[in-house]
């Protein structure tokens, strides 16, 4: 995760004093931003489009941010009411990945780290599953329909 940043040593530093850090969004991904009950309705709905992948939860705010793919967020929420995207120059505060639960965190706070491999969602996979919940199955693209 601190790679992404232009001076990885600098989220380091600021895990270390602070605990969570602002790393840019854009360079190694972007992420897909939904209120906590959207999340949770596409979790339900499609379990595996979210499995394994990197979240961030805001609990402050009641939002999650789902990693995706650099350049591609923009896509996967286009017309999907209730959500939104960041990406170039867009900053988004995370917790050291590999320091597990943290009590009484509140911002940056990881629901599912990012593994070791690097996945990220599937911006298609996460595309349907938006469609088919915000604007119900009809409306979502049959498999392996092209965009």
């Known amino acids: ?71 591609r967020g923009a896509a996967v929420v286009a017309g999907v009411p209730g959500v939104s995207a960041r990406g170039v120059g867009a900053w988004v505060a995370v917790r050291d990945p590999g320091v597990g639960r943290v009590r009484g965190a509140r911002v940056g706070v990881w629901v599912q780290p990012p593994g070791r491999g690097g996945r990220l969602a599937d911006p298609v996979e996460l595309r349907r599953a938006l469609v088919a919940v915000c604007l119900g199955p009809a409306s979502a693209p049959a498999a392996g329909a092209r965009r």
Do not use: I, K, N, S
């Not at 992420?31 to 959207?38: D, E, G, I, K, R």
């Not at 309705?41 to 394994?52: D, F, I, S, T, Y």
């Not at 009641?62 to 793919?69: A, D, G, M, R, S």
């Open 1 to 71: 995760m601190a790679a992404a940043h232009p001076e990885p040593a600098r989220v380091w530093a600021e895990w270390a004093e602070r605990r969570a850090a602002l790393v840019p969004a854009g360079r190694r991904w972007d992420a897909v931003v939904l209120p906590v009950t959207l999340y949770q309705q596409v979790a339900e709905a499609a379990p595996a489009v979210l499995a394994g992948v990197p979240v961030v939860a805001d609990r402050r705010t009641e939002l999650y941010y789902v990693l995706v793919p650099p350049g």
